[in-house]
């Protein structure tokens, strides 16, 4: 059985930014997506921090080109 994680997020992690894509549950049995950009002072990873909280985030994998790195959390 397939375990489906309803509060994820993926962020792409850039030198001077970072992408995020938040989804979460809507009453419908299907999903939202919320995109947000953040840079990377640490106001905005606070900034970011709290984004994930109000959406719940559970789980989050991190992409960055820069260094061919990908991490997913189980």
């Known amino acids: 059985m397939d375990v489906v994680v309803s509060r994820c997020a993926g962020i792409d992690v850039g030198k ?8 979460t549950p ?7 997506r919320v995109r947000k950009t953040f840079g990377t002072t640490t106001a905005q990873l606070m900034a970011l921090h709290e984004f994930l909280d ?6 989050v994998g991190m992409e960055s080109a820069d260094f061919g790195a990908y991490r997913h959390d189980r």
């Open 54 to 59: 109000e959406h719940q985030v559970t789980r």
């Open 16 to 23: 001077a930014q970072l992408a995020v894509t938040v989804r």
């Open 26 to 32: 809507v009453a419908s049995g299907r999903f939202k």
